[in-house]
C-alpha cells in the first residue's frame, strides 16, 4: 500500500507537465477537497473502526458484508446490480449462513431515478462512513468474506440469469403515472409501441470529463446518421423511434413528428430515461450503458456494430447482433473471424491497440442496419422465416467465438443478412 501511494505522489509532477495548467487546476481541486474532507474522516475513522471489529466479532450469528455502487456509469449502474440480485435468487454468491448486504455510494450517481429505485431495494449505508469501513476492512486480515464482491462477470449474464429471473426494478403507482404523462408531452399517444435508439459518440465522457483523454473509446464511436433509414421504416411499420443519449454530439438529420431526438433536442430527464428503456418495444443499441436499462427489464435489444467482438451479448434469445468487421489496411482485406480471435483482436478495449496492429474498424451501412432491426421486428411478430442456410451460418459463427470468459449457454443470434453477406468471414 505504502509503495502504491509513493508511485502515485512521484507520478504527479510528469502528469502536470503534460496536462499543463488545466491539469494543475484540477489537481489542486482534488487536493482542497480532500484537506476540507479531512476533519470528518477522522470524526469518523473510529466509528468505523469500531464498525469493523464489531461485524468481525458477529461474524458466527450473522454476516455483514459491504461493497461500493458502481454509480457513475449507467450500464454498470443498472446491470451490476440487476445480475447481483439474480445471483442472490440463483444461489450465486449467496452464504450459506444468515447475511446482510450493505451498500454504499462513493459519488453522485449518474441518474436519480435509478438511485431511487435501488434504494427501494438495497440496504444503503452512508457514503463517507462506510467508505472508510471497506478501506479498513481492507487493511485488516480475513476482510475478503465481508465483501460483496461484483456479479460473476460485472455486467455480464455468464450465467443466463437475467431470462430465468423476473426484472427486480418497479415502478411505483405514482411514477407510472409520471411515465404515462411524459410519453403524452413526447406525443406518444397511449398504446401505440416505441423505439428507444441508442448510439454512442463521444460526447458524454467528455462532458463528464474534459481533462481527460478519451480517445481510447473512439473505435466504438458511431454516426447517429447511419440510423436515419432505419428509423424512416419503424414509422412505417407504426413505431415512435426516440433517439436516447444524455449529451450527444449532434441531432438527427430528419424532421418527421414520430422520430423523437429525445437527447438533442433538451427534451430528457432521468426518470424518462428510465422508463422508456423500461418500456420500449425493443432497443436499438450501438453497445453503450443505455442498453443495460432495456436489459435490465427484459425487453428485446438489437446490438448493432458490436466491439469489441468477443464481448457479444450472447445470453438470451431476445438480443439480435451484427458486429463491425476488421478491416487490415496494409493488406487491404477484412479479418476473418477466426483471424480476430486468433490474434487477440476481439478482446481489444482501446483505440492504441487496434491502431498497433493497423486495423480499421468499419462502421454498417443504413441499409445494413435496417436488415438487422427488420429481422427483430418480424421476429417479435412472428413473421420472420428461416431456413437451413440461415441455421449453419450461426452455428459457424458461435463454433468460433471463444466461450470461456464472457458467454454462458449461447442463446442470442447474428443478424440473418449480416452473415450471409460476410460468409467469407467464415471461412
Not at 115 to 127: D, E
Not at 210 to 234: E, G
Not at 347 to 375: H, N, Q, R, Y
Request: aromatic share 10%; with cysteine.
Amino acid at each position: 500500500m505504502l509503495k502504491k501511494i509513493i508511485t502515485f505522489l512521484m507520478s504527479q509532477p510528469n502528469k502536470i507537465r503534460l496536462g499543463g495548467w488545466l491539469e494543475a487546476q484540477r489537481k489542486a481541486k482534488i487536493f482542497f477537497g480532500i484537506l476540507l474532507k479531512f476533519p470528518f474522516q477522522l470524526i469518523c475513522f473510529l466509528p468505523a473502526l469500531l464498525i469493523v471489529l464489531t461485524i468481525r466479532l458477529i461474524r458466527p450469528i450473522i454476516l455483514i458484508r459491504f461493497e461500493r455502487i458502481i454509480c457513475w456509469r449507467l450500464g454498470h449502474f443498472s446491470g451490476n446490480i440487476e445480475l447481483y440480485l439474480c445471483e442472490l435468487d440463483a444461489g450465486i454468491n449467496k452464504p450459506k449462513v444468515p447475511f446482510l448486504d450493505i451498500w454504499y455510494y462513493p459519488c453522485a450517481p449518474c441518474n436519480h431515478q435509478l438511485a431511487r429505485m435501488w434504494n427501494r431495494i438495497l440496504h444503503i449505508g452512508p457514503a463517507n462512513l462506510f467508505g472508510l469501513v471497506s478501506g479498513i476492512n481492507d487493511l485488516i486480515p480475513g476482510g475478503e468474506v465481508h465483501q460483496i464482491g461484483q456479479s460473476a462477470h460485472k455486467d455480464r449474464d455468464v450465467h443466463n440469469l437475467l431470462d430465468k429471473f423476473p426484472p427486480h426494478l418497479s415502478f411505483l403507482p405514482q411514477e407510472e403515472r409520471l411515465g404515462q404523462e411524459g410519453l403524452r408531452l413526447l406525443g406518444i399517444p397511449k398504446g401505440v409501441p416505441f423505439v428507444c435508439l441508442a448510439v454512442r459518440d463521444d460526447a458524454y465522457l467528455q462532458s463528464q470529463s474534459p481533462h481527460l483523454d478519451w480517445s481510447r473509446h473512439d473505435y466504438r464511436d458511431c454516426d447517429i446518421q447511419n440510423y436515419i433509414l432505419t428509423s424512416q421504416r419503424l414509422v412505417e411499420r407504426g413505431y415512435y423511434v426516440l433517439r436516447m443519449g444524455a449529451v450527444v454530439k449532434e441531432a438527427m438529420k430528419v424532421e418527421h413528428p414520430m422520430i423523437i431526438d429525445y437527447a438533442a433536442r433538451g427534451l430528457r430527464n432521468d426518470f424518462m430515461d428510465i422508463y422508456l428503456g423500461a418500456n420500449c418495444a425493443f432497443c436499438i443499441s450501438s453497445t453503450l450503458g443505455f442498453d443495460m436499462i432495456p436489459m435490465s427489464f427484459r425487453r428485446p435489444v438489437v446490438f448493432v456494430d458490436c466491439a469489441p467482438l468477443e464481448l457479444l451479448r450472447t445470453s438470451s434469445p431476445s438480443y439480435l447482433s451484427t458486429v463491425k468487421k476488421y478491416w487490415l489496411r496494409e493488406q487491404k482485406r477484412y479479418m476473418t473471424f477466426k483471424e480476430i480471435f486468433i490474434s487477440g483482436a476481439g478482446k481489444f478495449v482501446g483505440t492504441s491497440d487496434f491502431k498497433a496492429m493497423d486495423i480499421e474498424l468499419i462502421e454498417s451501412t443504413p441499409e445494413e442496419i435496417l436488415a438487422v432491426v427488420l429481422e427483430m421486428d418480424d421476429r417479435l411478430k412472428n413473421q420472420w422465416k428461416s431456413i437451413n442456410k440461415n441455421e449453419k451460418l450461426q452455428q459457424q459463427f458461435f463454433e468460433l467465438l471463444p466461450k470461456k470468459e464472457y458467454h454462458g449457454e449461447i442463446h442470442s443470434r447474428i443478424g440473418s443478412d449480416f452473415l450471409r453477406q460476410n460468409q467469407n468471414l467464415l471461412l
